[in-house]
């Protein structure tokens, strides 16, 4: 497998959790596990792959980590679908416009909107999100199960 190293930027501590999981689910030792806010040139060099995590603030805007904040990505963020079903995890979809001209590969990067509950997000393009949405505030209980999709079909990438 690739060195893969977790980037998360995380406020509440959700969508650290959530980067440990997949990492777990990844087999990337939790030591490749970091916050955004200590990611430096020299920590991305270290890695082959990065999987990039957010949550969706305000009116769909960034977690405040990455604002200070390629190669290889695969995308995933929290969100909330019923509080925000039209700004739903448009955090991955900053991260992708920021990072689609960049010259990265994406992995995991066509995540099916099937059962998922939501009026807009910027993180779908071209019918699919650009990346793995979370919703831990209302939609927990399948959070386990497309993390295990997302992680299979990123694995069989790496």
């Known amino acids: 497998?690739?060195?893969?190293?977790?980037?998360?930027?995380?406020?509440?501590?959700?969508?650290?959790?959530?980067?440990?999981?997949?990492?777990?689910?990844?087999?990337?030792?939790?030591?490749?596990?970091?916050?955004?806010?200590?990611?430096?040139?020299?920590?991305?060099?270290?890695?082959?792959?990065?999987?990039?995590?957010?949550?969706?603030?305000?009116?769909?805007?960034?977690?405040?980590?990455?604002?200070?904040?390629?190669?290889v990505v695969a995308l995933f963020g929290c969100g909330d679908s019923e509080s925000y079903c039209d700004t739903f995890c448009d955090g991955i979809g900053v991260l992708y416009e920021d990072l689609k001209d960049s010259g990265c590969t994406f992995l995991g990067n066509k995540v099916s909107t099937d059962g998922y509950s939501f009026s807009s997000s910027i993180a779908v393009v071209d019918g699919a999100f650009v990346g793995l949405p979370l919703d831990e505030v209302n939609e927990s209980n399948k959070t386990a199960e497309r993390i295990d999709a997302w992680t299979a079909e990123i694995k069989s990438k790496l």
Request: glycine share 12%; hydrophobic share 30%.
């Open 1 to 71: 497998m690739k060195k893969t190293g977790v980037f998360y930027g995380s406020s509440t501590g959700t969508c650290e959790e959530l980067a440990n999981q997949i990492a777990e689910k990844l087999g990337v030792s939790s030591t490749d596990v970091h916050s955004v806010d200590k990611m430096t040139a020299d920590k991305i060099k270290e890695y082959e792959v990065l999987v990039l995590g957010t949550s969706t603030w305000g009116d769909g805007e960034l977690q405040d980590d990455w604002y200070d904040g390629v190669k």
